[in-house]
């Protein structure tokens, strides 16, 4: 088991799925859950304010990731989840307790046999306290947003990089200092800086990690 932490926009999907690749791990991208209850919830009409009818919409949903592409309730909803709306919607509702005891416990479900490279804001504090590796990725802001802002433009969405570091630091101050589960970096925990580093580079170092302390190959 490998979990993967760090701030939005940290690179955290992209290098864990090519960890996950590199040693014929399943992944598992917890935010997208997040992102798919908020789809629930703006369907709905409902927002942070409602977070126990979200967490009911949350435990009534089935979410499944095949190789490429994020299933919700049998729907393709890989590119609807990824708006920047979404993502802040997704934020707010991850800091209620009522929506993470939901998620948090069909995460650990999925995981409950090993062979996993997770990634989120409390794998490695919440939900794979025991993974035998545990990673915290981080940059600055003004990296993060210029990463975030690429990927955005690369599927259509027009953002200045300007809005998009007000969100992050938004995202940040609500990760970081929300009472339940907050965005921490667990003193086991392998920290890496990952400016001037390609997502490759970031991924060798935690390959490395890897295999010195589990018998993958």
Known sequence: M??????????KSTVAKIVAAELGLSYLDTGAMYRCVA??????GLG????????????RSKIKFLPDAVLLDGEDVTKAIR?????????????????????ASRQRQIILEGGYVLEGRDTTSVVA????????LTASIEERAERRRSELVATGHEVTLGE???????RDARDMNRPDSPLIRVPDALAIETYGLTPRQVAEKIIERARSVTTLN
Do not use: H
């Not at 789809?39 to 709905?44: D, N, P, Q, V």
């Open 2 to 11: 490998i979990a993967i932490d760090g701030p939005a926009g940290a690179g």
């Open 39 to 44: 789809l629930l919830a703006k369907r709905a």
């Open 164 to 170: 998009l570091m007000k969100q992050i630091a938004e």
């Open 129 to 136: 306290v025991d993974a035998e590796v545990k990673v915290y």
């Open 83 to 103: 708006t920047p709306d979404l993502a802040n919607l997704a934020s707010a509702l991850s800091a209620k307790p009522a929506i993470r005891k939901v998620l």
């Open 48 to 59: 942070e304010g409602d977070a126990e009818e979200v967490a009911a919409l949350a435990e």
